[in-house]
């Protein structure tokens, strides 16, 4: 009995073994068989050798953790679109909500009224409120002046030329007429269709229908920048069978074109009283009239002049022109004042403004070798308002015509002598005589400074009492006003800065920079040219 239960336990003990071994068998065949396919050559990776070393980890390292950060910047990049599609839809209803609120205020391109968030429209508006663009402001001196810039539909009159830009220019640059024709469909838009604030009455054609302004309709424009508020654009439209002008102020405060208001004005019954001082220069003021009949008394026909004489000298000449003027034109709106003391431009001009006793009434001082045209007249009456702006005018001042049309006989008649090149001529960004105020104003302010004796200077100092003030002061360069060139004489009773003026008024007024630079090397010119003659004919002797 116990051998056969040995034998029992023996053969249990096979029997284990074996199925264990079958088992490990199984096993290694199963890991044959998912083993993935390997190169025979390559030595395994866990073994080190030359293939494989610290360097081969340490780049497998480096491109997962690189793959890791693209994945990364993948995800943070959607993330950030997501945010910004969330923030503009989060815009676009809010803007939905006030849309009442902001309609109004926004001017669209071609047509289409965008609306603006609150925030932002009330940004812009302050930029409005800070430039000069409803009331002026105080400057220190006539060097803070940013100037306005001129342009018509072809045409813009800038003041900044350097030695290589024109005074007049068609612009050339695509930005450029873009802005320009942006803004004048932008001006277009606001006449057109009028909000109920607008000060202008609606108004029908001649059958009946809305009148409605097109380009064509544009007459001129003015535009300046404050680099740190933005752009602000005068502009004015007037249909041709009509007398009253549309008037519309823009403002792109580095953003989207905001209506700053539209208004009609009319200038029908608008009188400019034109005050001359005079000592002498009859002749000049024989070419003067003869400019003021042709313009003021056969076209514009709303001006009154006044003469303030000085002097006893050349008085009775000055008479028997006005008194010419007046029978053959059948002119008497005019005042001769005169004066029998030394000429004082400042002077002459203070006692022709209170030589008018008929209330209000819109001032242009003038000198008497000032040539203008009626479009420059109806400017002054846009440009000026009482207790608001006044209007400085940027003369071109005409160069030497003996050099100038120095290649001809004669030179050509002054009317053909007003063009704008600058060979012709030059903005004159440094007189600020030329002026359009109003009498109201000019009383307010004081006048002319009567301390000032000679040539020059009264009219800065006028001029810098409106930049201390509040109106507004419109300078621009005006294509209808010129200053016709005559010989300067810059006298010895001048102080040290008024000489210093007057010959740099005398140098300027000349001719161009190239024509003076012909002058200066005229003796090197002359003999480059005989050293070139002398060897032609040597060489044909030769």
């Not at 006044?306 to 002097?311: D, E, I, M, Q």
């Not at 070798?369 to 702006?389: H, M, Q, T, V």
Request: glycine share 8%; with cysteine.
């Amino acid at each position: 009995m116990p051998r056969r239960g040995l034998i029992l336990q023996t053969r249990s003990h096979w029997l284990l073994l074996g199925l264990a071994l079958l088992c490990s068998l199984v096993l290694f065949l199963y890991l044959l068989e998912c083993a993935p396919q390997t190169d025979g050559n390559a030595s395994l990776p866990g073994i080190v050798g030359e293939n494989y070393g610290k360097e081969y980890y340490q780049a497998l390292l480096q491109e997962q953790e690189e793959h890791y950060q693209t994945r990364a910047t993948s995800l943070k990049r959607q993330i950030a679109q997501l945010k910004q599609e969330l923030q503009e839809m989060s815009e676009k209803m809010r803007s939905l909500q006030e849309r009442k609120n902001v309609g109004a205020n926004g001017i669209g391109y071609q047509g289409n009224k965008e609306q603006v968030p609150s925030d932002l429209l009330e940004f812009l508006h302050s930029q409005i409120d800070k430039a000069e663009v409803s009331i002026g402001a105080k400057l220190p001196s006539e060097y803070g002046v940013i100037p306005f810039e001129s342009f018509t539909l072809m045409k813009v009159f800038q003041l900044e030329m350097g030695l290589t830009r024109h005074p007049e220019e068609k612009p050339v640059r695509k930005d450029k007429r873009d802005e320009l024709v942006e803004v004048i469909e932008a001006g277009l838009e606001v006449i057109n269709n009028p909000d109920e604030d607008d000060e202008q009455e609606d108004e029908d054609g001649p059958l009946g229908e809305k009148l409605i302004f097109n380009e064509n309709d544009f007459i001129e424009g003015y535009y300046r920048t404050e680099r740190d508020k933005g752009t602000q654009y005068e502009l004015f439209f007037k249909k041709a069978d009509l007398m009253e002008y549309r008037h519309v102020t823009l403002f792109r405060p580095f953003g989207p074109l905001m209506k700053v208001k539209s208004e009609m004005i009319d200038i029908t019954r608008s009188i400019i009283n034109i005050i001359v001082p005079l000592a002498e220069r009859t002749e000049a003021f024989a070419q003067f009239m003869q400019n003021f009949r042709d313009v003021c008394i056969h076209q514009d026909k709303r001006i009154h002049l006044t003469v303030v004489y000085f002097g006893k000298e050349g008085l009775s000449k000055v008479k028997s022109i006005l008194e010419s003027v007046t029978s053959e034109s059948n002119f008497h709106n005019y005042t001769l004042v005169s004066l029998n003391e030394e000429f004082n431009r400042g002077r002459g001009l203070n006692v022709g403004a209170r030589a008018w006793d008929k209330g209000e009434v819109l001032m242009f001082f003038c000198d008497v070798d000032i040539y203008f045209s009626a479009e420059f007249l109806n400017s002054c009456r846009l440009n000026a308002e009482p207790g608001k702006k006044v209007f400085y005018p940027v003369v071109f001042s005409l160069y030497n015509p003996a050099i100038v049309y120095a290649n001809q006989d004669v030179p050509p008649p002054v009317e053909q002598q007003l063009v704008h090149k600058k060979d012709s001529g030059f903005w004159r960004d440094f007189g600020f005589g030329m002026t359009c105020q109003y009498r109201s104003d000019f009383l307010t302010i004081g006048g002319f400074d009567m301390e000032v004796k000679g040539w020059g200077g009264e009219d800065v100092h006028l001029y810098r009492k409106y930049l201390h003030g509040d109106l507004i002061v419109i300078r621009t360069p005006v294509p209808g006003l010129f200053h016709l060139w005559h010989e300067k004489r810059c006298a010895d009773e001048l102080t040290p800065e008024q000489y210093r003026m007057c010959i740099q008024s005398k140098a300027m007024n000349e001719a161009s920079h190239s024509h003076l630079g012909m002058l200066v090397f005229r003796e090197e010119i002359e003999t480059h040219l005989h050293k070139q003659a002398y060897r032609t004919n040597s060489e044909a002797v030769g």
